[in-house]
């Protein structure tokens, strides 16, 4: 005993030795530890969202200031060729091919998920569907480096950058998550706390759908109608849709997807791009397009204050600095002709390819019966990350840049009213046809806002939100959002707002559209009732009843615990050998977790929509005095299945 007692006196020795100075550590700690709670006493999330606006504006500054000196690597070589035509055209073709078979080599080889904005993507995860894939740390490098090199490629491929930017802001919100689980050492519950930071850095138009909405008709809840344009405009993932059969005779319609695929990416994208580098051309068609300018630059000279129309007969022929209205004014065509030429070659109809039917391998169903906006169409099928906003923001500013300068020519003197003649200023024009136009295309109202706060023109916003208003009217009675339609054509869980406003629809209960075959388990049960109910369907929970003389129903079984439940137990009609546990009941040896959340067979569909929005619920089951009656699931509510058509 006394040598024991020795020996752990040894050893408290030895460790007070490697720590000295205990006192000094322990005032250091309690430091530490009050500074600690005084920073945190607002609350960690503040500070983990200042690193993500910190971040993301360091990323999106870098990417700015790399993309522009890359921008004037090409001008400047551009110009400093000469006048030979060939190395012109060269110069203008080359450059932007390399960097998008780069963009979509790179990210393609790192994860298939880079290509896009990723907003349809990021509308699921908020509506409570797990894509792990798109959140992931490598995605994040691989649509960074991407997404540079298709900004390089300037006014050739006309793309943007805004849905990119907020994918790379989710992906780094959820990673930052995760860190804030790590030093705060709380664990998340189900992932409940990647939504919760995620609808940070979403704009407005990511939001979900308001409630106050309504169905198609009194019968049918909704019937998905994808228009034309959405399927090629919102499927990036498959460039091989754009059947184009002079320039890809190696896509062989029977040719397997995995062979053809990863080499036809790249090639793709060089074929697409050679072919928008050729019609923008300066010394080409792009000469009527004012296709030297970049999308900055575009937008700068659209919302140009002054009107075009009056300073047209005065130019001198020469640019100006500051004169980028000069790339609109063509000698030969006028300001009014290059900007219809412009709209016509960016924003036209093409008629149905007569003859045609969709290949074999073309996914969704892709037609291309009809074609708008076919250059970016065209471009919109590189798979290369790259955001579609901006070319339509700058498409609806082009289109009231037009209808201003047209105004301005019929009334030279302004628009007469009370009072002195009010000039007309094609600007105003400009930004209510941005507004309008890319509101119309995303079912947004906030563009208004936008435009008006990004150009500080105030006197404009009532005109500009009465034109988003209409246009958002218009387009959200005839087709889906953009957003919504890449949801569609994808596949991927979506509940889309209901439509209609008549009272009728008010009066559908749940009851005329739930589901009424439930596979249901009783306390009860044993090993072969739990084996039927796993073999009769595949769903991630099961409700429990009382009795099953009695559906009174008590609670919910996960699937897993009920396949352990088969792993723990023998089959009644097994031989006798190695015994894996007692028989017995689901109701011992299940955790049964109980419902927080029940329907009612008179809940109306409006109800049960709100709810599924705003709890971000996947299936609900319906009760009528406490048994079970039924369940309605997103399907259901989508008029999928279950519901009645007409």
């Known amino acids: 005993r006394g040598e024991k007692e020795e020996e752990v006196e040894r050893v408290l020795v030895s460790e007070h030795s490697w720590r000295p100075c205990p006192t000094a550590r322990r005032r250091v700690r309690g430091c530490l530890q009050w500074m600690k709670r005084q920073l945190f006493r607002v609350g960690e999330d503040w500070y983990f969202l200042f690193i993500l606006g910190v971040l993301m504006a360091t990323i999106s500054f870098t990417m700015d200031i790399i993309v522009t000196r890359l921008h004037l690597a090409h001008t400047w070589l551009y110009r400093e060729i000469g006048d030979i035509g060939v190395l012109k055209y060269l110069s203008w073709t080359l450059y932007p091919m390399a960097l998008a078979a780069f963009s979509t080599g790179f990210s393609q ?27 992931a740390i490598q995605n994040f490098g691989a649509k960074v480096v991407g997404l540079t090199c298709t900004l390089t490629c300037g006014s050739t491929v006309f793309l943007g950058k805004v849905g ?141 204050n ?32 290059t900007l219809t030429f412009f709209l016509l070659m960016k924003v036209t109809m093409a008629s149905p390819i007569s003859g045609w039917a969709p290949p074999t391998w073309c996914p969704h169903g892709v037609t291309l019966s009809v074609l708008q906006f076919w250059m970016l169409i065209l471009a919109t099928t590189l798979p290369m990350p790259a955001g579609y906003f901006m070319p339509i923001f700058i498409y609806g500013a082009a289109i009231g840049r037009l209808v201003g300068e047209v105004v301005a020519l019929l009334f030279p003197q302004g628009l007469h009213s009370e009072g002195p003649p009010r000039p007309i200023i094609p600007a105003g024009y400009a930004l209510a046809g941005a507004a309008a136009f890319a509101g119309s295309v995303t079912h947004a109202v906030s563009t208004a806002l936008l435009v008006c706060e990004a150009t500080g023109h105030m006197g404009h916003i009532l005109p500009t939100v009465l034109a988003v208003l209409v246009a958002n009217a218009i387009s959200q009675k005839n087709q889906p959002s953009f957003y919504d339609a890449g949801i569609i054509v994808k596949k991927l869980p979506y509940l889309p707002p209901i439509r209609s406003r008549h009272i009728a629809s008010y009066r559908v209960a749940v009851e005329e559209f739930m589901e009424r075959r439930v596979v249901t388990l009783a306390k009860g049960d044993g090993f072969q009732e739990v084996l039927v109910a796993l073999d009769a369907s595949a769903d991630a929970e099961y409700p429990v009843v009382e009795s099953t003389g009695s559906p009174t129903l008590v609670g919910t079984v996960s699937r897993s615990q009920l396949v352990t439940f088969l792993q723990s137990h023998e089959h009644p009609q097994a031989p006798q050998g190695e015994k894996l546990a007692t028989v017995g009941t689901l109701g011992d040896d299940c955790t049964i977790e109980p419902i927080m959340l029940q329907f009612s067979p008179w809940t109306s569909l409006h109800q049960a929509y709100h709810l599924f929005q705003l709890l971000k619920l996947q299936r609900v089951f319906v009760t009528h005095s406490g048994e079970l009656v039924g ?16």
Not at 631 to 646: I, L, N, Q, Y
Request: include cysteine.
């Open 109 to 135: 080889s790192i994860t298939p998920h880079s290509g896009g904005s990723g907003i349809p993507e990021l509308k699921t995860i908020l509506m409570g569907v797990v894509l792990e894939d798109y959140l």
């Open 306 to 337: 002054r009107t075009w129309g009056l300073l047209a007969p005065n130019a001198s022929g020469v640019a100006k600095p500051g004169g980028l209205w000069q790339e609109w004014d063509h000698p030969s065509a006028t300001i009014y002709g």
């Open 631 to 646: 369940a309605v699931s997103r399907a259901e509510v989508r008029g999928e299945k279950g519901g009645k058509k007409g």
């Open 164 to 304: 990119p930017y907020v994918h790379l802001s989710a992906m780094a919100a959820a990673y930052l998550g995760k860190m804030r689980t790590t030093v705060m050492r709380e664990y998340e519950v189900g992932g409940c706390h990647h939504p919760k930071i995620l609808n940070t850095p979403h704009p407005p138009w990511v939001a979900i759908c308001p409630p106050c909405v309504s169905i198609c008709s009194p019968y049918q809840p909704w019937v998905p109608q994808c228009h034309p344009l959405c399927t090629l405009l919102i499927n990036p993932i498959h460039p091989r849709c754009l059947w184009v059969p002079p320039v890809c005779p190696y896509v062989h319609p029977h040719m397997p997807s995995s062979l053809c695929l990863p080499c036809s990416k790249p090639v793709y994208t060089v074929l697409v791009v050679l072919l928008l580098a050729s019609i923008t051309f300066p010394p080409g068609l792009g000469q009527f397009m004012a296709s030297r300018l970049t999308m900055k630059e575009h937008l700068i000279s659209l919302f140009d």
